[in-house]
């Protein structure tokens, strides 16, 4: 079991880290922290890494549990990072299979950031058709290991020994490591990514 924090979809290593547990219990109580990846994501572009951000009531400074934390619903941010997605994914191989089910993602209202990380979360379960169990809130965590994830948006592509991948602007900026699981998802389908990540095979033989 791993007691972690959540993240906005989840750099590569986050999911694989994640891909490799049985139960998972997504650490709510945990003070929001500023320039983290709980309301942050990098996706790619075609002027390479692109940094997405939720913005949250109370600015950055705040240290309140992330389970109370609000989103700023006044800012158009849900369209901007639709669009974004959109833009830069489309000409990705399974982006078309994805685009909907993202799109009523972003187009359902959250006042509360968790909630919406809490949703983004079950639907990428079921797309990785992922074995991890997420366990409710609160629990018993005393025997569960904190893991403290030294990865945040200003050096996650210093991550070493993830998989190499074709991406939709790999031939103008190069490959961008670590970005959020959608880029690895879009460009390589549920399948390719579980197998990329070195999950165990969950698909059955024909």
């Known amino acids: 079991m791993l007691n972690i924090d959540i993240q906005y979809f989840g750099s590569i290593s986050f999911v694989k880290t994640l891909l490799e547990q049985d139960q998972v219990y997504f650490d709510l109580e945990a003070p929001f922290t500023k320039m983290s990846f709980k309301n942050r994501m990098v996706i790619t572009s075609s002027q390479g890494p692109l940094h997405l951000s939720i913005p949250i009531i109370g600015g950055r400074t705040q240290k309140t549990p992330i389970k109370d934390i609000l ?68 629990i018993d965590i ?40 959608l880029d690895m998802l879009f460009c390589c389908g549920g399948k390719e990514t579980n197998k990329l990540l070195g999950n165990l095979p969950l698909y059955p033989k024909l």
């Open 71 to 138: 989103i700023a619903n006044n800012a158009p941010w849900q369209e901007q990072h639709l669009k974004a997605l959109i833009t830069n994914y489309n000409r990705s191989p399974y982006f078309e299979y994805y685009e909907q089910d993202v799109c009523d993602l972003y187009l359902k209202p959250k006042e509360k950031l968790v909630d919406f990380l809490l949703d983004c979360h079950v639907w990428l379960q079921s797309q990785l058709k992922a074995k991890w169990v997420i366990l409710p809130s609160p």
């Open 142 to 181: 005393g025997f569960a290991n904190k893991y403290f994830d030294t990865n945040l948006p200003k050096n996650y592509n210093q991550h070493q020994g993830l998989p190499s991948y074709q991406q939709v602007f790999s031939d103008k900026v190069g490959f961008v490591p670590n970005v959020s699981i």
